[in-house]
């Protein structure tokens, strides 16, 4: 059975950092992904990586988060720095099997105020 679990949000100051983990279990996966939902909008992609290793960064973010991979693990980290309030929302991570299935984590709340 495919699990998404992740873990480390919270009440940050803003221009504070914050980590997130996302350990994903039950299959071998080719991508996994950080996502993020703020309220009243929609969800969208901040970064992924693929087991090629190679990682990719929205515009959004880039410069500012950062993705780490434990690939013997499916563990992927997301190091969040100069929060914003803007920064504020639902973190989901996703992960796709080789098959091309989608299992999504139910999320951790970011919250970025002072």
């Known amino acids: 059975q495919v699990q998404v679990v992740e873990s480390g949000g919270g009440l940050v100051q803003p221009g504070g950092s914050l980590g997130l983990s996302c350990e994903a279990s039950g299959s071998i996966f080719s991508i996994m992904g950080w996502y993020r939902q703020a309220p009243g909008k929609e969800r969208e992609l901040l970064a992924l990586?693929?087991?090629?290793?190679?990682?990719e960064y929205a515009d959004s973010v880039k410069g500012r988060f950062t993705i780490s991979v434990w690939n013997t693990r499916n563990i992927m980290y997301l190091q969040m720095t100069s929060l914003e309030p803007e920064d504020t929302a639902v973190y989901y991570c996703k992960a796709t099997t080789q098959t091309g299935m989608d299992h999504w984590g139910k999320g951790t709340l970011v919250t970025v105020s002072p």
């Open positions: 990586t693929r087991s090629d290793g190679s990682i």
